[in-house]
């Protein structure tokens, strides 16, 4: 079933690949270059699930992701991190922030799909 | 002097990988350029270290070489314009990728669709089966007639034997005609007293008579109806047998099509089963594809670390006694990693491609 999912990534060619991977299966995307474009972006409207970079200018990953808990309507929206690091420091504070899991790039496009599968509300 | 060697050693092979396009060339040119730069400046001078008050100018004056803080900023440059022009083509390639993908994809699947299990594979079986339900439903037509035709020349023997009754028919009225004759013959001998059987023998002769015209009449008739099967028969036959030879044809036109269509039947699910395992390859490889072009994300990442980190050497340069200890100093840039290659260097494990943790 379709899902619409935001991705926000600095990096665009991260947001190609996310996107065709998505795209490919049926999804609906949007993007955003940052946490705080994120946040600009999200006026309301109903969002399955939220991919997000970490190290990102303006609004990092971990950030958006209290911001987001702090909003009522997307309080509930599963975050998905997608992201280079790989240190066990930075997913304790990705999880304590409330994401719902922690993919370390390079992504394979069906583990991607697995999780978008698992988690989209 | 070795020291501006190894500069001079750095400068050349940071120029040869950006030309070559091998980053890692680069990056060790930079580093190692960026080394021998530091080893260029003068030491750290004690905090005790009193200057002559005649000369002010060199306590405010940078103390690097002119060349290190010339070519720092360039190198920024460099490497800032070496991420642009990889965004910027590795973001087309990204976006000619995703629409040769999609439409290598959506190709496959329309022409999987097509001729595989719900298309003409499909439309063929069923002609093949339909072409076969016809040909039976004229070889059931045929028999049926062949029973049809043989019930008519049933009647036609009928029709003789109801011609040989009426003959009999005729007979009986001849011998009954025959016998009121002599029935008449013998009552006018009798005289007077045979007047009344004369009257009877004389009815029994018209009737007699009678019975011979319907003889004679169903004769004819039988002969016509005899006709009429016959004729029925033979044109029956006539058509049977051009409903034969057309039967012959069919089976034959039916049976060169069933084989023609069995052998592009063989062909079709042959192809198929090519196409579906091209599909798979194909996804395959594309999803292998989408795993290596996340390169240039890490790769952009770390240019960009070392882009800071040269902006910081360079603010550092522009400061007269900076502290610049080498192990705080790899300690800062070491904060700023965020990839396994950063971490590890070469020598490390790349990043596994099924790291994935729910929370």
């Known amino acids: 079933m379709s899902k619409t999912i935001l991705i926000v990534d600095d990096s665009l060619s991260m947001r190609q690949l996310v996107k065709m991977t998505l795209t490919g299966a049926g999804h609906q995307v949007i993007e955003a270059v940052d946490g705080r474009d994120a946040l600009n972006k999200l006026t309301g409207q109903k969002i399955n699930l939220i991919i997000s970079d970490v190290n990102m200018p303006n609004l990092d990953g971990i950030g958006l992701v209290k911001a987001l808990k702090a909003r009522n309507e997307y309080r509930f929206t599963p975050i998905v991190m997608l992201t280079t690091e790989n240190e066990q420091s930075k997913k304790a504070e990705g999880q304590a922030a409330g994401a719902k899991a922690w993919i370390v790039k390079p992504f394979q496009p069906q583990q991607l799909l697995s999780a978008v599968e698992k988690l989209a509300s | ?359």
């Open chain 2, 1 to 359: 002097m070795l020291v501006y060697c190894l500069l001079w050693l750095g400068l050349l092979l940071a120029a040869a990988g950006t030309a070559a396009n091998q980053l890692w060339i680069s990056v060790a040119g930079l580093l190692l350029g960026t080394g021998a730069a530091l080893a260029l400046r003068p030491g750290k001078r004690p905090a005790e270290t009193v200057l002559p008050a005649a000369t002010p100018a060199l306590v405010e004056a940078p103390a690097y070489p002119p060349l290190l803080q010339a070519v720092l900023p360039a190198w920024a440059e460099n490497l800032g314009q070496v991420r642009h022009i990889l965004q910027e083509n590795i973001g087309r390639l990204f976006e000619r990728f995703a629409s040769l993908s999609q439409r290598l994809e959506h190709t496959l699947g329309h022409s999987e669709s097509v001729i595989g299990g719900g298309g003409i594979t499909e439309g063929l079986r069923s002609a093949n089966q339909k072409l076969d339900e016809v040909a039976a439903a004229f070889h059931a037509a045929s028999e049926r007639k062949r029973q049809l035709l043989a019930t008519i020349g049933n009647l036609n023997q009928y029709a003789s034997e109801l011609q040989t009754m009426s003959k009999h028919v005729q007979d009986i009225a001849s011998q009954t005609n025959l016998l009121a004759l002599n029935a008449a013959i013998e009552a006018a001998r009798a005289g007077e007293y045979g007047r009344g059987f004369s009257v009877v023998a004389d009815e029994v002769r018209k009737l007699s008579s009678l019975s011979a015209e319907t003889g004679q009449r169903m004769v004819e008739k039988v002969g016509e109806i005899n006709g009429a099967i016959r004729g029925t028969v033979t044109a029956a036959e006539e058509m049977s047998g051009s409903e034969e030879s057309n039967l012959r044809y069919l089976d034959q036109v039916t049976g060169e099509l069933m084989q023609g269509l069995s052998g592009s039947l063989d062909e079709l699910t042959e192809t198929t089963r090519q196409l579906q395992q091209d599909m798979r390859v194909t996804q395959a490889d594309i999803q292998e594809i989408v795993v290596g072009l996340q390169f240039q994300d890490r790769a952009d990442q770390m240019l960009d670390h070392l882009q800071i980190d040269l902006d910081r050497l360079r603010q550092a340069t522009d400061q007269p006694h900076p502290d610049l200890q080498p192990e705080r100093w790899l300690a800062d840039l070491r904060r700023q990693f965020t990839t396994a290659e950063e971490r590890q260097g070469r020598r490390g494990a790349s990043a596994r491609q099924d790291d994935i943790t729910f929370f």
